[in-house]
């Protein structure tokens, strides 16, 4: 793979071709973001080359006349690398290479790339393996096909057991560490849930996800609504794992926000699946703030993705609340107010702003609290922690048997802290 520590950075051209159905700013916006992507891996970026055609050539993607074009332009160029702003198939990929020369990365090969550099825990780093993997497999065969009976040849000689061909013994190995990597990541699951169920049960239930495209503020927004140092980075795909935090200044119940991975057009379909435990503990949010880069000219394409991610890994029903950000950069405030009632357009910048943003937070949770009282018993006192830091306290009275606490929280708390306490207040004569 692309090394760390290289001295000069590669060279690269951005390749597409344009079928039918697809505008020219599509088009551009597609290539141009591809380009940003390259940035983000550390290449130099130094051509771009597009075809019109009715669709992919079958063999190579590109068409005969045009594969013979683009070997110049990388000659010309120099360059070391093609990256081709769609998925190819393992055998254009691999015909491509072979007659332009150099090494050619799809869209996939790219995103998978920035995740596996960005990933730091281990969690995210299986996560990313596996879909690395899932995309190799059948790469790996490719070139051992094309190797073909060289490969047997060597493999009746060779020290192998079971007479494996390179490519079958790849292929186990690949299967071997995938399940691997399972297993893993189901036991770290498994933890997380225990973790995340404690959580709920000490803090309250009043969650918040910041989801949205990738570089859209996400992070910044995280950092500014509740005083922490999340990394904030101008790459794409700086966040790979939820964080959680509360919203700041404290409130009672509080109120948690979560960060997490940014969306992207064409989003490998394997990192949806392995990112979807990572979300699903966002999206188990009772608020989805989405964040959009209103300075963005392709804004409503990144919108329109990240809807239809949303509803790919079942948040589709999960209440919205829509914030352009970065407005300060660009775009028009008036507009997006008219065509999107209810929005919030702001600066992460903008202190006020942020402050307005983390009202609007707290109102949506505030609709949600109810008023109910809570009998708490003198031998369960040392509870009383858990119900103040989990509802706001109206008023308290007493008598000989316990406190009666008029509390305002979330629903499913105060339900259940007077399940809790409520049983353990009756007589307990009458059981059986
Ligand atoms: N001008 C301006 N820049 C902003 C604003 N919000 C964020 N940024 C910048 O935008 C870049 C991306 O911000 P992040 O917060 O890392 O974006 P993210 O959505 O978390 O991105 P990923 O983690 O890659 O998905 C950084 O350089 C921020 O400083 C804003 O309101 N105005
Ligand atoms: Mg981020």
């Not at 495209?213 to 995280?222: C, D, F, I, P, V």
């Not at 003198?378 to 922690?385: D, I, M, T």
Request: charged share 30%; with cysteine; hydrophobic share 40%.
């Amino acid at each position: 793979m692309t090394q760390e520590a290289e001295p000069k950075r590669k060279r690269a051209i951005v390749a597409a071709v344009q079928r039918p159905g697809v505008s020219d700013p599509e088009f551009e916006a597609s290539l141009e973001e591809l380009r940003q992507l390259g940035k983000t891996l550390g290449f130099e970026v130094v051509g771009r080359f597009t075809q019109k055609r009715a669709g992919f050539e079958k063999a190579a993607y590109f068409g005969t006349g045009k594969r013979e074009e683009l070997r110049a332009m990388r000659e010309n160029e120099r360059a070391e690398l093609i990256l081709i702003d769609h998925e190819i198939s393992p055998s254009q990929a691999f015909n491509l290479a072979k007659e332009v020369g150099g090494e050619v990365m799809d869209r996939t090969m790219v995103i998978l790339e920035i995740f596996h550099r960005h990933a730091a825990s281990r969690f995210a780093r299986a996560q990313v393996e596996i879909a690395r993997l899932g995309y190799m497999g059948p790469r790996l065969r490719e070139a051992a096909k094309q190797a073909g009976p060289k490969d047997r040849a060597r493999s009746g000689t060779g020290g192998r057991s079971g007479g494996e061909s390179h490519g079958e013994l790849d292929r186990r190995k690949i299967r071997d560490r995938m399940s691997e990597l399972q297993r893993e990541l189901d036991s770290m699951t498994a933890g997380r849930q225990t973790q995340r169920a404690r959580r709920t049960e000490r803090q309250g239930l009043a969650r918040v996800a910041l989801v949205g495209y990738t570089n859209a503020g996400k992070s910044t927004l995280m950092r500014a609504l509740t005083g922490s140092q999340v990394l904030v980075a101008n790459k794409l795909f700086a966040t790979l794992d939820t964080t959680v935090r509360a919203l700041h200044p404290e409130t009672v119940p509080r109120v948690l926000v979560s960060d997490t991975v940014g969306f992207i057009k064409n989003l490998p379909h394997a990192l949806v699946v392995s990112f979807k435990t990572t979300l699903d503990e966002a999206l188990e949010a009772s608020l989805l703030a989405h964040v959009v880069d209103a300075s963005d000219p392709g804004f409503e394409r990144q919108l329109a993705v990240t809807e239809e991610v949303l509803e790919e890994i079942g948040a589709k029903d999960v209440p919205r609340l829509l914030v352009f950000n970065k407005i300060d950069r660009g775009g028009d405030a008036a507009a997006l107010r008219k065509k999107y009632p209810g929005c919030v357009v702001m600066s992460a910048r903008e202190p006020a702003e942020v402050a307005r943003l983390s009202d609007r937070i707290r109102a949506f949770f505030e609709k949600e609290l109810v008023e109910a009282e809570i009998f708490l018993p003198w031998a369960e006192q040392k509870l009383r922690g858990e119900i103040f830091a989990t509802c706001k306290v109206l008023a308290e009275r007493a008598d000989d048997k316990g406190a009666f606490l008029r509390v305002r929280g979330d629903a499913d708390t105060v339900k259940h802290l007077q399940q809790r306490y409520g049983r353990a207040a009756k007589p307990r004569s009458k059981a059986t």
